[in-house]
């Protein structure tokens, strides 16, 4: 079983900065895509950025110029470095694997999701 641990969100004020980590645990073999969502309350959860294991990023536009993500593949671990923060990235941000193969199932690739970690960010 593999499991996604976010850590780092919090309160901050606007301008500031925060960093979120993501730690996947499990037999895990390769993981292809790794990334962060987020979700408020009653609206559908989206895209803020995700990396593959070759170290391309992409970013939302509502985004990028602000955040930065980065991967260690070696810990199955993945980061947003988030910066010049605004109201409206009050979220719930979720830490995504994508193409997840774990050693005991080899032919099998899977999605998972982390528990989300809140960030809010006051005017």
């Known amino acids: 079983q593999v499991q996604l641990v976010e850590s780092g969100g919090g309160l901050v004020q606007a301008g500031g900065s925060l960093r979120l980590s993501c730690a996947a645990s499990?037999?895990?073999?390769?993981?292809?895509?790794m990334g962060w969502y987020r979700q408020a309350p009653g609206r559908q959860r989206e895209w803020v950025a995700t990396?593959?294991?070759?170290?391309?990023?992409n970013y939302a536009d509502s985004v990028k110029g602000r955040f930065s993500i980065s991967r260690d593949n070696a810990k199955n671990t993945v980061s947003l470095q988030m910066n010049s923060l605004k109201p409206e990235d009050t979220y719930v941000y979720y830490c995504?694997?994508?193409?997840?193969?774990?050693?005991?199932?080899?032919?099998?690739?899977?999605?998972?999701w982390g528990q989300g970690t809140q960030v809010t960010v006051s005017s």
């Open positions: 995504n694997a994508d193409g997840v193969v774990v050693t005991t199932t080899p032919w099998l690739s899977k999605r998972y």
């Open positions: 990396i593959t294991s070759g170290g391309t990023t």
């Open positions: 499990g037999s895990i073999r390769s993981i292809n895509v």
